[in-house]
């Protein structure tokens, strides 16, 4: 290891991995119809997290999302419009509001996720070859450990 960066050689893996990750997400939203619907992807994270976890404050989804309040607020007013998503005095506490889903929000992310799905499967079967597969298991198991990592107390 050379430096904070990695050896030239990671940081050129790094790139192309990075590269590659970007087309292949173009290409899932190409394929899932995620584009034709009008939603921006933070929205459509939004919503997915309403229809994953919902019940659930906008403080909350701020949180989970990993953006500012204002950000959710603008997310949520879209999708509020959409009739996507509702907001209800939480019966705890009624100061806050519980954002919750539309069943259509739901269907749309079921949908979504559908058409991601069968377009990797596919992909899957016409590219890669049966003595290929445990190579493709091996690439995933390292992509989710990389997506895993926690670098923030050093390597």
Sequence with gaps: M???????????TAQ??????RR?????RTESGMYSIGLTITQLSVLRSVVDKGPITA????????????SIAQSL???KAARLV?????????????ISADSSAAE?????LAGRESFLARAIDHVVAPEERKDLEKAIELLERL??????GGV
């Design 59 to 70: 403080a909350r989804l701020a949180t989970l999302e990993h953006v500012s309040p204002q």
């Design 77 to 79: 007013a879209v999708l």
């Design 2 to 12: 050379e430096g904070n960066f990695g050896s030239k050689r990671s940081v050129a």
């Design 108 to 112: 749309l992310i079921t949908s979504l």
């Design 16 to 21: 192309r991995l990075d590269f590659a990750i």
């Design 24 to 28: 292949l997400r173009g290409r899932l």
């Design 147 to 152: 997506a895993a990592v926690d670098l923030s």
């Design 86 to 98: 509702r907001g209800e005095p939480d019966p705890q506490d009624r100061r806050k509001t519980l």
